[in-house]
């Protein structure tokens, strides 16, 4: 069963910096195109920032300059490094993975909570 679970998630003060972490199971990490979404309460889920597999990266207007998606297919895993936190940037942060070649073989992670508040 395919696994992507979120770590790296808390309670931080505006101004400061997480490293988010996802890590892939049961699929061949390097083939899938990867993302990271959140999700603030009474709203809707939104794209924060994705990276193919060939490493190419885009980012939401909202994190541009402030975060950096990478990943380490060695070790099937998918990074969100934030800096500069908002309190606008309090959600929760979902991993999200889907096959370049296939679509429809796409994944969710459970989610993990990140808090900015002074």
């Known amino acids: 069963q395919v696994q992507l679970v979120e770590s790296g998630g808390g309670l931080v003060q505006p101004g400061e910096s997480l490293r988010l972490s996802c890590a892939a199971s049961?699929?061949?990490?390097?083939?899938?195109?990867m993302a990271w979404y959140h999700q603030a309460p009474g709203k809707q889920r939104e794209l924060v920032a994705s990276?193919?597999?060939?490493?190419?990266?885009t980012y939401a207007d909202f994190v541009k300059g402030r975060s950096t998606i990478s990943r380490d297919n060695a070790k099937s895993t998918l990074y969100l490094q934030m800096n500069s936190l908002k309190p606008e940037d309090t959600a929760v942060y979902y991993c999200y993975a889907v096959w370049r070649v296939r679509p429809s073989f796409d994944y969710w992670g459970q989610g993990t909570q990140v808090t900015v508040s002074s």
């Open positions: 990276i193919t597999d060939g490493g190419d990266s």
């Open positions: 049961k699929i061949t990490f390097s083939m899938y195109n």
